[in-house]
């Protein structure tokens, strides 16, 4: 029952976060001041990420390739589909759950616990469109980090695959261009803008709506992660049915 | 000024307002004091607007709370100020952002006429050279004219305070108590302080009601709060050795 009026509550605040809008020269800072916080300080991390994730799929893909009537462009074909399928939109999703994740929902919920929310109330702002509305814009953004994260991780297999002598750099470019969809990249993109405005909300909902202390802050930012990975994987599935299926 | 009208707010089981009826008026500091649990912070709350009552009414120089629409709400809300008992200052922003927040959120002001009203503002409160600090920073003391500063930067009608001086030393809690009165009577502000500290209620206490397990025990003044022979407020009052010598040379005076 509590799961069912948790959902509810989470619709309402999606309706009162685009009522009452703030005024457009402070909601302009305050998108570029969260497009900087969420999207531009999570670039090492998922470079990072990205180019050694890319790597070991390249690497992997090569060590199962034990018989030798199988092409060796298999492996540049093999971390293409899988960094652009799953690794880059979903796989980096799960780590900005945790990354940004945790960041909204610990600022948010210190807001809370500080009464700094409740001073904004009574000022007259409507608090869920200042906090969370920019958070949600930024976040439209994500697919360029995303767009990032899928040639990172192409170019890590590369260097893995080329460098560790598991394929030439022909072979695996070859590979690369091997039955290529370009559908793949727009179903990785509707899928990153879907899972930009889960990382965005549910965290936000977390933060917004707790009670307690600091204690309770920490609580809630570990809820948020395992409630944003949940919905991730489980709307992962659903979109993959649909767009591929 | 604020009239309350037989209001009730209920959480669950627990019944925290039985049936409140009050006035507050314009250019006087209103008390609310009692013990805790006694339902102050949850009456300051309706006040407020943060808790809608589930009976009764709250009505603002004759504009009743409930029946105005929800812009005309949160219009009326831009009327209040508030001071809360942790400052709720925003830590992002420097105390000069803070202060200047409730400008650039409401008004058209140009940068030159928001910056002379947040240095006249924080001058009013005897803050210097602090503008460009943020609230981590300063002192609570200072937070807590910050946290004025910010509630009359937008020459409020009315100005609430959640215990303004918790947590101060008590010569800088008697700065804090002063000021607020001092404002009050100069931009003629109904003031509602939520409070359980003694010095406040002599210091300030121009109207004071007494609040006993949600609902109103005793109403008067600071003068009237020695005299009264309410065993509750006197329980309260007289709570600490300082305050029963006092009560008893007033007794032995009177005698």
Redesign the interface.
Known sequence: MNYIASIGSYFIMIKEVFK?P??W??MKTLILKEIDELVYGSMGIIIFISFFIGGVVSIQTALNITNPLIPRNLIGFATRQSVILEFAPTFTSIIMAGKVGSYITSSIG?MRV???I??L?????NSLNYLVFPKIIAMLFYPFVIAIAMYVGIFGGWTAGVFGGFSSSADFVEGLQLDFIPFHVTYSFIKSIVFALIIATIPSFHGYYMKGGALEVGKASTTAFVWTSVVIIIINYILTQLLLG | MIEVDDIHKSFGESHVLKGISSHFEKGKTNLIIGQSGSGKTVFLKCLLGLFTPDEGTISYDGKIYSELSASEQRNLRQEMGMVFQGSALFDSMTVEGNVMFPLGMFTKQSKSEMQDRVDFVLKRVNLVDANNKYPSEISGGMQKRVAIARAIVMNPKYLFCDEPNSGLDPKTAILIDNLIHEITQEYNITTVINTHDMNSVMEIGEKIIFLKNGLKEWEGSNKEIFKTDNEAVTDFVYSSELFKKVRQMYIEERN
């Open positions: 009452k703030t005024k020269s402070i210190t500080t009464e700094q409740d001073a109330e009574i000022m007259g702002v």
